[in-house]
């Protein structure tokens, strides 16, 4: 986990409101993925980033998620008007701008609570 | 979605013992990472196996890639409680570098 640093840790949130959740991903990384565990399950991919491109967002549910990685700064998750259901971890990921696209290191994610 | 299966999905055991987990999948796969989580952290890769029938060891773990590379197995050999964890195998997708995981396994090891 070495690197990729996520903020906050834990985040609380009422229903309505919304949630941010910030990756800074590995030195010398430029793919960002985003990842959602909810209780006693695997990780489900959510969306592939590189700087100011979204190149694959099919696990993006359609409505309230969006993401982005600026050119400048972290990649950021936005959630907004959260629900009960949004309450999970979500992991953020990096790989270099390498062929090895699969080898990702991950952070030590946001736990997410809606109450 | 092409899935991963992994199984047991719960193990407990006593210090010392061996084990083994299985990842199988009905397509083939060209890649195959295992991770392991502890509860509250994220996932740590500990090994990309590439070539059917690849064996690659690390420490007491071994771990084995089919030669039809539709499966892979993790070994622990004399369990201890520090091994404690979720164990997940993932998969890679050729396009997009995205991860399919598998369900995880959660192994407890008794002191």
């Known amino acids: 986990n070495a690197g990729v640093m996520q903020n906050p840790r834990h985040l609380v949130r009422r229903r309505g409101q919304e949630a941010r959740l910030r990756c800074s991903p590995m030195?010398?990384?430029?793919?960002v993925y985003w990842y959602r565990q909810l209780p006693e399950e695997g990780l489900k991919f959510m969306v592939y980033?590189?700087?100011?491109?979204?190149?694959?967002e099919s696990g993006m549910p359609k409505e309230r998620f969006s993401a982005e990685f600026p050119k400048e700064g972290p990649s950021i998750l936005r959630i907004q008007q959260v629900v009960r259901g949004d309450s999970a971890a979500y992991f953020c990921?990096?790989?270099?701008?390498?062929?090895?696209?699969?080898?990702?290191?991950f952070g030590a994610g946001t736990r997410l609570s809606v109450l | 979605t092409q899935l991963l299966e992994q199984s047991p999905q719960f193990l407990s055991i006593q210090e010392g013992e061996n084990l083994t987990v299985y990842c199988n999948s009905s397509s083939v796969f060209s890649s195959l990472q295992w991770y392991r989580q502890e509860p509250g952290e994220g996932p740590v890769l500990l090994v990309t196996v590439v070539t059917g029938g690849e064996v690659k060891k690390l420490k007491r773990l071994t771990f084995q890639f089919g030669d039809a590379r539709k499966d892979s197995s993790l070994h622990i050999t004399a369990a201890q409680p520090g091994d404690t964890g979720l164990y997940l195998c993932a998969r890679g997708s050729s396009n997009t570098g995205k991860l399919i995981f598998g369900q995880g396994t959660t192994l407890q090891v008794k002191p």
């Open positions: 990921a990096s790989s270099p701008p390498s062929a090895a696209k699969n080898i990702q290191y």
């Open positions: 030195k010398g990384h430029s793919h």
């Open positions: 980033l590189q700087k100011e491109n979204i190149i694959d």
